[in-house]
């Protein structure tokens, strides 16, 4: 069992940055594939970014160079920085885990609460 608690959201201004955390609990957490999906209102949820348990990384066409998702096994913990924040980023960010390969499909199966990223236009 892997329990998932986001922070980190907030109001940020456009062209501004952010950076949300992930703190995973449970002996294996560190052997699993994390991402970070999110959902504006009326949307669907969408993939973001992706990280494997040795450090690869998959991005979203639309988030690609503007942000950046790490991990640090030791503390379980599981990073999305955010740069060049857009209005179109506003939505309730929620992070992810599952064993296996990254995929941009809603397939994981411990999920957070999410946390909220408010970019006014």
């Keep these: 069992q892997v329990q998932l608690v986001e922070s980190g959201g907030g109001l ?3 062209g501004g940055s952010l950076r949300l955390s992930c703190a995973a609990s449970g002996r294996t957490a560190s052997t699993y594939t994390m991402a970070w999906f999110r959902q504006a209102p009326g ?6 970014a992706g990280i494997s348990w040795s450090g690869g990384t998959y991005y ?3 988030v690609k ?4 998702i790490s991990r640090d ?3 379980n913990t599981v ?3 955010m740069m060049s924040l857009k209005p179109e980023d506003t939505a309730v960010y ?3 885990a ?5 995929t941009t499909t809603l397939q994981y199966t411990y999920w957070g609460q999410g946390t909220q990223v408010t970019v006014p236009s």
Excluded: H
Excluded at 43 to 48: D, S
Excluded at 98 to 102: S, T, V
């Design 12 to 14: 940020v201004q456009a």
């Design 43 to 48: 949307n669907k949820r969408e993939f973001v």
């Design 60 to 62: 979203a066409d639309s």
């Design 65 to 68: 160079g503007r942000f950046t």
């Design 73 to 75: 096994n030791a503390k």
């Design 79 to 81: 990073y999305l920085q």
């Design 94 to 96: 929620y992070c992810a």
């Design 98 to 102: 599952r064993a296996g390969i990254i």
